[in-house]
């Protein structure tokens, strides 16, 4: 009889330039260039990996690119709400912040916490979000201008 294989968690940190992305497992780091023509090769060596989840912070849609290539190319991808990151890196006695020790903390999380990998929303209910958040902003902005007359 096989023995399962081991849980794979890995923590991706977004920013405009590069992804740091770790492991936390084997406590290997490494970076990519945030371009789309890197993700090819991340998709690749993130396989090779056989992660069991592939935790990504929400970042105001900066890691949206990301996630949505992460996820048809059928990898296990979470997004988690900055704020429970943030609680969590103190819990766990983490204050210094850089990407790299950023990534770790996500990979650490997903280890311990285990979240479920829940599929992503539709194109449609992603679009639909887009365009209800934008409705909200332009009336803020007409209320505001209105006030100012």
Known sequence: MSSPSPAINIGI???KEKLDIAVHETGTH?????????????VKALRSLTPTRIIVEASGG????LVSYLAVADLPVI?????????FARATGQLAKTDRLDA???????????PDVRPLKSA????????????AQLVEMLTAERLRL
Do not use: C, H, M
Not at 62 to 65: K, R
Not at 79 to 87: F, G, H, K
Not at 104 to 114: N, Y
Not at 124 to 135: D, I, K, M, P, S
């Open 124 to 135: 449609e209910t992603q679009e639909l979000e887009a365009l209800v958040n934008r409705r």
């Open 104 to 114: 770790f903390v996500l990979a650490r999380l997903g280890a311990t916490l285990q």
């Open 62 to 65: 900066l890691e949206s690119l």
């Open 13 to 15: 940190d977004v920013s």
């Open 79 to 87: 997004i988690i709400n900055p704020r429970q990151v943030r609680d």
């Open 30 to 42: 490494w970076t990519s260039d945030y371009q789309f023509t890197e993700f090819a090769k991340l």
